[in-house]
């Protein structure tokens, strides 16, 4: 190492007292998120007011990127459509681990067999999974899932073809990609409950039911409330499986946020209004994480 | 023996000891062995193993159809799905995979990122938790903020802004676009990451650092000898989590590695899905998913240990 400065004091003793050690282990972090982090959501800040094409100067222009992205209808569109898709995901993939993890944990020597069953979905690479789905959903009566279908008498579903049917197909192949993941956090949570508990709760009398009523879902609470949160967090931010399975479509009824984002930045080259668009995504994400964690701060406490 | 050594020893076998004090595997949960052996032993039988079947069949049916698939012609992948192989066994999409759709190429890709995005992440993570937990200089409290920060962005939100932060990188200008640069090193900026490793090196007892520095230890010292050798659990943890989001991730690399030639996986297959022939992406998609299941079948119980308390860090 270079010989530290010859003059003041301080420094000197900054140097031999370890602040140079400090700051160069503190430089990877700092260069990593100063380039990658900070300066990025800075800088988004910054785009959202300014009109630029890389090419010539950008241009201040107040907020009218902003009322770019309100005069446009698809944002109304992706709106309604990311909302669906937040409403229909949650509703089966927040109870459905809850579920499966309760039942796994009553089993004894086929438990890391289940737990392995439920996580290898969430190995399987996103983009295979939807092309995997994708087959699935042939809508012809020779496409999988309408064969099975058929077999009891239904069908065929035009699966990735209509309006209807659309967004529920997504769900079903994002629900399979990731219940697993929520499923094993679940399974740790309730390893975590005290066996005294129940001991004591069956000696009360307390039938099954009421002991997972009565013990398990009360002390899973705070897990439980933080998973919603962070499902429904992830769900506004879908961009995979509709990019992949439909591109947006049939007539843009899956296009979400997210991809709106991606055309503006990609397609259309109008960074001022994606950065906008991204902005207001973030607003609305950092309000609901507000007031659902004002909401549920007593419950959390597990009173 | 020194006194950093023996401090060192007795640090590593507390630590060994108090994971060997974590229970594994607590006797009684929900139902107890009343229950168990009562009159509803048969109804808990049964739904067990109609729990298993069920899950079976969701989980690891549609990657046995896949294999399937992979080694069924395009025709029979299309009017018989449920089929069998009704034209036989064709082992040779396995091998067409590499010749016809470059298969090999795509996974030297995946792999080259994946690796590298390890390095670079791990780089980050263990140097600044290690000034952050032990080093602690005067800015720490502030960059530590900074740093946490970042977990309650979004990391979509910025997707734009990072976009131009590779096209043009700040001060350098330099454009890292179709160079493995750009993807390798925005992921190490993980605060999560970040937050694991320094939970971890907080958790070492400090009179070790102490002795160390009394026996003429320097910070780098201490690092390599003692922080990184005692934190092999939660690095193991880390690398896994890394490696695992490297493999999975798309968005990403499709915009940053426009060219063809460099492309992952990931960003390949639904690219081929539009030209190639069905029973080709088929037999791509099984084998982009036998690296990543059988890392899992073996460190299976790693990963869903680690899975686990990623939830109770949360909560």
């Known amino acids: ?303 | 023996m020194t006194s950093t050594e023996r401090l060192y020893t007795r640090a590593i076998s507390t630590r060994r000891e108090s994971r060997k004090e974590k229970p594994e595997d607590t006797d009684r949960s929900i139902l107890s062995i009343h229950d168990r052996s009562g009159r509803l032993r048969g109804m808990l039988l049964a739904l067990k193993i109609v729990l298993l079947v069920a899950l079976g069949v969701i989980s690891v049916g549609p990657v046995l159809w896949l294999f399937k698939s992979a080694t069924s012609t395009s025709q029979d992948i299309l009017r018989e799905p449920l089929g069998l192989w009704p034209s036989g066994i064709q082992w040779d999409n396995l091998v067409q995979a590499f010749t016809t759709i470059e298969f090999g190429k795509y996974l030297t890709n995946t792999l080259i990122i994946a690796m590298g995005t390890w390095a670079f992440g791990l780089l980050v993570a263990t140097t600044g938790a290690y000034a952050l937990a032990v080093l602690r200089p005067k800015y720490a409290k502030v960059l530590e903020f900074a740093v946490l920060a970042t977990l309650f962005v979004p990391g979509v939100v910025t997707l734009t802004a990072l976009f131009l932060t590779v096209l043009d990188v700040p001060l350098l200008h330099i454009n890292l676009i179709n160079t493995f640069w750009a993807a390798w090193l925005p992921a190490s900026a993980s605060a999560f990451n970040v937050l694991l490793m320094k939970t971890s090196f907080d958790s070492i007892p400090r009179e070790l650092f102490e002795a160390a520095r009394i026996d003429g230890a320097g910070a780098t010292r201490i690092f390599l000898t003692i922080v990184l050798p005692l934190s092999r659990p939660i690095i193991g943890v880390v690398s896994l989590l890394i490696i695992i989001a490297s493999w999975k991730d798309f968005i990403w690399p499709m915009l940053v590695l426009p060219n063809a030639a460099l492309q992952p996986l990931s960003v390949a297959l639904p690219r081929l899905a539009k030209t190639a022939e069905l029973s080709l992406l088929m037999a791509g998609m099984f084998l982009s998913v036998v690296i990543p299941v059988a890392l899992f079948l073996i460190f299976q119980k790693q990963i869903l240990r680690s899975s686990g308390s990623m939830g109770a860090l949360k909560g």
């Open chain 1, 1 to 303: 190492m270079a010989p530290a400065p010859r003059a003041t004091g301080p420094l000197r003793r900054w140097f031999t007292g370890g602040g140079a050690a400090a700051l160069a282990f503190s430089l990877p972090m700092i260069l990593a998120f100063g380039f990658f982090s900070w300066w990025p959501i800075l800088n988004s800040l910054i785009l959202s007011f300014q009109q630029t094409n890389l090419v010539d100067p950008a241009v201040w222009v107040g907020l009218s990127n902003f009322a770019a992205v309100f005069a446009d209808p698809l944002v109304a569109k992706a709106a309604m459509n990311t909302l669906w898709f937040t409403v229909l995901s949650v509703a089966v993939g927040f109870p459905l681990p809850i579920l499966l993890a309760v039942a796994i944990g009553e089993l004894r020597r086929t438990r890391s067999i289940a737990s392995g069953f439920a996580y290898l979905p969430v190995i399987i690479p996103p983009v295979v999974s939807v092309l995997i789905f994708k087959q699935f959903y042939d809508p012809s009566s020779t496409g999988l899932l309408n064969t099975l279908l058929a077999g009891v008498g239904l069908g065929p579903v035009p699966w990735l073809q209509t309006a209807a049917t659309v967004m529920p197909s997504i769900v079903i192949q994002a629900t399979w990609a990731g219940f697993g993941a929520a499923t094993i956090i679940y399974i740790a949570a309730l390893a975590a409950v005290s066996p005294e508990l129940y001991e004591a709760a069956e000696l009360d009398g307390a039938s099954i039911r009421s002991r997972i009523w009565h013990v398990t879902l009360p002390q899973m609470r705070s897990v439980m409330l933080i998973m919603l949160l962070l499902q429904i967090i992830g769900a506004f931010q879908v961009f995979t499986e509709p990019f992949v399975m439909t591109r947006g479509g049939p007539e843009n009824n899956t296009l979400t946020i997210l991809m709106l984002i991606y055309n503006y930045t990609f397609i259309s080259g109008d960074y001022g209004r994606a950065a906008a668009l991204s902005l207001i995504l973030a607003a609305i994400l950092a309000l609901v994480s507000l007031l659902y964690l004002r909401a549920t701060r007593g419950w959390s406490q597990g009173k």
